[in-house]
T-cell receptor, first 113, second 114 residues
Framework: DTEVTQTPKHLVMGMTNKKSLKCEQHMGHRAMYWYKQKAKKPPELMFVYSYEKLSINESVPSRFSPECPNSSLLNLHLHALQPEDSALYLC????????????FGQGTRLTVV | AQSVTQLGSHVSVSEGALVLLRCNYSSSVPPYLFWYVQYPNQGLQLLLKYTTGATLVKGINGFEAEFKKSETSFHLTKPSAHMSDAAEYFCAVSDSGGYQKVTFGTGTKLQVIP
């Protein structure tokens, strides 16, 4: 199983809503990532978890709150987002950070209205 | 600090022609290098990677890349383009020291003309 599963695939939310994105992998990987990708742009790293601990926060606004409840699961909690936060949110995992390749999920297409 | 430059945001080739996508990197330590492909509304899929050892790396779908330290390049090639190769391609670099954060290039959109 080399899959990273992200749910939901599409999400529309209002600026006052609270929602969560979910990411799951069963490859035994100990590094998990959240990326944000705007149209026609490369993925931008948001957060990195290594062994379930937050290792990197790329100065992401607090309206994005990551959570890693266990080694297989990664959540991204969303609250009070802005329209400019609309993007494709990608989750990825790797055996460990950096040197090993990352496996990406299909992404969640988020629209903030 | 590390960075990646992909020359050409759009590349068009005829079906059956050589594919060449250019990537130059900057890294203060020996780099790890990756090529990913992204189809519309999909996640990224690893094509190939270079860490250490042989400088010519073969990947999936007939792609290969050569690490040239003297030129700080890691260009992606495929001898004969297929229609199914049309996608966005990202070069990425990770340094081999420190935290090993991956940095992506800006991407090259490959168009294959029948």
């Amino acid at each position: 199983d080399t899959e990273v599963t992200q749910t939901p695939k599409h999400l529309v939310m209002g600026m006052t809503n609270k929602k969560s994105l979910k990411c799951e992998q069963h490859m035994g990987h100990r590094a998990m990532y959240w990326y944000k990708q705007k149209a026609k742009k490369p993925p931008e790293l948001m957060f990195v978890y290594s062994y379930e601990k937050l290792s990197i926060n790329e100065s992401v606004p607090s309206r994005f709150s990551p959570e890693c409840p266990n080694s297989s699961l990664l959540n991204l909690h969303l609250h009070a987002l802005q329209p400019e936060d609309s993007a494709l949110y990608l989750c990825a995992s790797s055996e460990r950070t950096g040197v090993s390749e990352a496996f990406f999920g299909q992404g969640t297409r988020l629209t903030v209205v | 600090a590390q960075s990646v430059t992909q020359l050409g945001s759009h590349v068009s080739v005829s079906e059956g022609a050589l594919v060449l996508l250019r990537c130059n990197y900057s890294s203060s330590v020996p780099p790890y290098l990756f090529w990913y492909v992204q189809y519309p509304n999909q996640g990224l899929q690893l094509l190939l990677k270079y860490t250490t050892g042989a400088t010519l790396v073969k990947g999936i779908n007939g792609f290969e890349a050569e690490f040239k330290k003297s030129e700080t390049s890691f260009h992606l090639t495929k001898p004969s383009a297929h229609m199914s190769d049309a996608a966005e391609y990202f070069c990425a670099v990770s340094d081999s020291g420190g935290y090993q954060k991956v940095t992506f290039g800006t991407g090259t959109k490959l168009q294959v003309i029948p």
